[in-house]
């Protein structure tokens, strides 16, 4: 059975087919989600399904299910796909990968023949990217019940469109409830979007879980002064504590090995003037670990390096949480799956943990789900010059088939 | 001789009458150089020089020097003052201050009926802030030397307004070439503009010297990448190895006390995203101190610590010095003798280098020069709420008065 391999000259050429719709000048696609380039999308891969014999379904909020029959038609599907919207200036692997590896799968199946047990279903979800209505993962969102339909309708772009008019305007506001749509199991093939597997020169990656993530504004007061006249010891220097503040930011990161994370992307200084000392310092903190416990321990020793810093100083610090996004560990029979045919398969693999959103993070709330990566050049995606090689992209597909095969045998 | 003392209200009330002239309403005061409200406070003091018995000359960049005679008329004048200009949101004693404390001693001087061997002048130096038309220090620094005439001239405002046509306009325009003017000492008294003297709770601050400055453009170059799916070890952080430059510039200033100075006032963060780690960072590094072979060393350290840490971190970091001014000691018969006034009026008084501009600095090129400091509010300047006790004001005239009375004798 290990054998079956998906066409990856035919997936390749699904993958450019469906760029050239917003294709940009430097390489990249800008397809934003519920425009006429999303319809043109949307058409291509629905024609493409229904050309493969698949059923088409459309949901409330857009999400489309492609389904091809198994032999219980009883079992709920094995599902997998991601999305087909971009951002503005996205590229063309991010999300189409997901669901054109998806297709391919199916394909595979017809070429060979193969009836399973459960049906498999591939699934284009609405509105991952968030780039042109609020909230992100919105179709996967409103399917899982994390925020609700008429959320979502009233969400509007920069000129005041609605999301339930847009999707009416582009024909792919459907009639089924969202959620009202049984999923076996969901499985999503996607870019690693980080440099990890490119780094290990790996293949596979197999995503156990999602980190968590704890973000944070920080503003650090002081006093304001001339650089000059001011002697070292009267100084209040606001950015000489933020920086210490920068500085353990990393530092709680590194001692929670191998998922921590601990960024400052964001710093804002006043009066940001070259002779005076800043007299306030505002910054983000981006702190992110694999399990609730030890992102909790380390939020906790950010705060009590705060608490420290702020007496030792005498500068007022203040910490806010601005953001909490809990981590996702997907289901063991997903990731088992991934990891058995991955190795079946002989593909070099590592364990991956996801550092961004997907939808398979939603879907994972209403079904076992699981997450297959494939190395994209220097970690770059959500840009034009984002890139992978055909030949990790076959690999990814191969294990989705056989992962997807195992699931629907059960 | 001692019991000499200036009219402490006298000075006041002509510092409050002169501060009218461009008066904010938060209590400031916007006299910009060289605008009718520079020629109303021109017009204001002069005539008062001119009541006091002056002789006023004018030279060609607008300096003005009112001359009491002495008993020697061959002997070069013992020259006080400072300017009457203002920063836009400036207050009512930065320059105000020097120039009529200067005024208050030739009134002392004529109440008492005294005449000194050499001449006494008083100076109103043009556009020292440069607020409007760069170079700052303009008229001290045409008469030292520092720079031509004809630069000055041909600087703009921002509506293209010359400085030439700007003093014709206010009928400021002399004859007097610049530095075409002996002066045998010059003497300047001013508000602190730092913290140093209220801290210590001293009324007089010897000016010993002005700090030289040295300034930086430094710029950290690292990689741009998501702050989720990147690995801690595989970043390059921009920011975390800035701010280790950003603590080491006052780390070498605390090195070397009691003079140096080390501030970052300006930082620029990119892409300056929350979830994006930093590609690069750009920073101002500002280090001071009494000497040039200090300043020298404190630059040295800097270099040798960007070397290493670029070696360390494998990120390219570039450091271009943007500015240069050497320190600059007054002369020891200046500061002696406002040394000794102090002691023999029996005030509390301290050493204070000065850490800002001021005229005396391109003065002392010319002339032995020195300053006297007073304390102002909080160490605040450059600010409508700029604040000095007038009981610190008067101690500051009567120094003045009796450093010249001393240099004027010999």
């Not at 919207?85 to 391919?104: H, I, R, S």
């Not at 459907?174 to 996607?190: R, S």
């Not at 780094?199 to 920080?218: F, H, N, Q, R």
């Not at 007299?279 to 950010?302: H, I, Q």
Request: proline share 5%; net charge negative.
């Amino acid at each position: 059975m290990e054998s079956l391999k998906i066409d990856g000259d035919r997936l390749w050429k699904s993958l450019m087919e469906l760029a050239r719709i917003g294709a940009t000048e430097k390489g990249g696609v800008k397809r934003l989600a519920l425009t006429e380039l999303d319809k043109q999308g949307r058409d291509l891969v629905t024609s493409w399904g229904r050309q493969a014999g698949l059923d088409v379904t459309v949901d409330q909020i857009g999400n489309i299910f492609m389904r091809r029959k198994g032999r219980n038609s009883l079992r709920p599907p094995v599902v997998s796909g991601s999305h087909i919207d971009t951002q503005p200036t996205g590229g063309k692997f991010d999300g189409n990968y997901g669901v054109l590896a998806a297709l391919e799968v199916v394909r595979t199946l017809n070429d060979a023949g193969i009836e399973t047990d459960a049906p498999i279903e591939v699934a284009i979800w609405t509105n991952e990217e968030g780039s042109r209505f609020v909230p992100v993962m919105m179709g996967s969102g409103v399917f899982c019940g994390a925020f609700s339909l008429q959320h979502a309708y009233e969400a509007t772009d920069i000129e005041g469109k609605r999301v339930r008019s847009e999707l009416e305007y582009i024909g792919y506001l459907g009639d089924q409830t969202p959620g009202d749509h049984p999923i076996g199991a969901y499985l999503e093939a996607h870019i690693e979007q980080g440099p990890v597997l490119e780094d290990a020169e790996k293949v596979i990656g197999v995503v156990p879980a999602v980190l968590g993530l704890s973000w944070y504004d920080c503003e650090v007061s002081g006093m304001e002064a001339h650089a000059g006249p001011t002697p070292m010891k009267l100084r209040k220097d606001a950015l000489q504590v933020a920086t210490r503040i920068m500085q353990e930011v990393v530092e709680i990161a590194n001692r929670y090995p191998p998922y921590g994370r601990g960024t400052v992307g964001f710093v804002q200084t006043f009066p940001n003037s070259r002779n005076v000392i800043p007299g306030r310092v505002n910054f983000s903190v981006d702190l992110r670990n694999v399990s609730a416990d030890l992102l909790k321990k380390m939020d906790a020793e950010l705060m009590k390096f705060i608490d420290s810093l702020s007496s030792e100083s005498g500068l007022p610090i203040s910490l806010k949480q601005v953001s909490y996004y809990p981590p996702c560990d997907f289901h063991p029979d997903c990731v088992e799956a991934i990891r058995g045919a991955t190795n079946a398969l002989g593909y070099s693999s590592m364990d991956v943990v996801s550092g961004a959103g997907h939808d398979a993070i939603y879907a994972a709330r209403v079904a076992p789900a699981g997450m297959i990566f494939v190395p994209c050049k220097d970690g770059i995606s959500h840009n034009e010059i984002e890139d992978a090689q055909p030949s990790h992209l076959e690999a990814g597909a191969n294990v989705l088939l056989h992962s997807m095969l195992e699931l629907a045998r059960r």
